[in-house]
């Protein structure tokens, strides 16, 4: 072997070993990373409980995902819960056997599935049926279908996927509710609940990005991630196994539906950060409480 060829060699191997690093489900360093983020989070549940919520969430499955134990702690105790669903999810999967259309109603079906698992009645599943990976050509109708919501239901809080999770359509979804709050005036408490960014750590680039762009970001986001705010945790205590179950009720998302080879699911494994002892909540500064405060004094 060269001299070039071992130079490439060793760096390839030193790029296979940060991959691992931060890149499995096992990763010591995202692991610690979320064991610190726990550690300097502040205890909800009691007054969580009580809190009727609008959950927002970008795709079925989204909700059970980051919320699924705070819901069913919610529904457990009496309190309200509403779910939006902004899409179909009907592009999570490309197939010669199921439409595009079939699989987002067979998505919704899913949520609805499980949001009843949790002890959400399905007329509090609201499907507003977007198109995925068109929300943000489409964010003012959006803003709009997620203001009447608000309006609507008038709840204690709302909870919406993170504007850190690197998903376009959940930073979308975040910056349209923000918009809608605004609109509405609404003086609720909102906060943001992370997907991707729990699953992926603070190097929240996309599954295809290169290794350049995971480099820079191996390096700059775990410094972002220390300015985060104070997380607000409410235990899954009493609620994980319903949770699993209503997350395993995503047959489409969690089992090879068509039994086509490039059908894909979630790994094995890949719940278990969020089946862990708390769900985290980062709260979300908006413009609506500061003017209200300024009506109201
Ligand atoms: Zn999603």
Not at 219 to 229: F, G, N
């Amino acid at each position: 072997m060269g001299t070039v060829q071992t130079v490439q060699s060793a760096a390839r191997s030193a790029q296979r070993a940060v991959k691992e690093a931060v890149s499995t489900t096992k990763s010591p360093v995202r692991a610690r990373w979320r064991r610190r983020v726990l550690e300097g989070g502040v205890d909800d549940t009691a007054a969580s409980a009580g809190r009727s919520v609008l959950v927002v969430a970008p795709h079925p499955d989204d909700e059970t995902i980051g919320c699924g134990a705070t819901m069913a702690r919610k529904r457990a105790a009496g309190t309200e819960v509403d779910v939006a669903l902004v899409t179909d999810g009907r592009h999570s999967h490309r197939s010669a056997i199921v439409s595009g259309e079939e699989l987002g109603r067979i998505r919704e079906g899913e949520s609805v599935e499980a949001c009843g698992h949790l002890g959400v009645p399905a007329g509090r599943v609201h499907l507003l049926g977007y198109e995925e990976l068109t929300l943000w050509d489409r964010l003012d109708a959006v803003t709009r279908s997620l203001a009447e919501l608000i309006e609507e239901r008038s709840p204690d809080e709302v909870l919406v996927a993170s504007e850190r999770d690197w998903h376009a359509d959940h930073q979308a979804v975040n910056h349209a509710l923000r918009e809608a709050v605004r609109r509405t005036g609404y003086c609720g408490r909102v906060a943001a609940y992370p997907v991707w960014f729990w699953a992926d750590g603070p190097w929240r680039t996309e599954p295809w990005a290169g290794f350049g762009d995971e480099l820079r970001a191996i390096v700059s986001h775990p410094l972002e991630a220390r300015r985060l705010p104070r997380a607000e945790l409410v235990s899954t205590a009493g609620f994980t196994a319903l949770k699993r179950e209503a997350f395993a009720l995503y047959r489409s998302q969690v089992t090879n539906l068509t039994g086509e080879a490039t059908w894909q699911t979630f790994p094995p494994r890949w719940i278990e950060p969020f089946v862990g002892p708390w769900e985290l909540f980062f709260p979300v500064e908006t413009d609506a409480a500061p003017e209200l405060a300024q009506k109201l004094s």
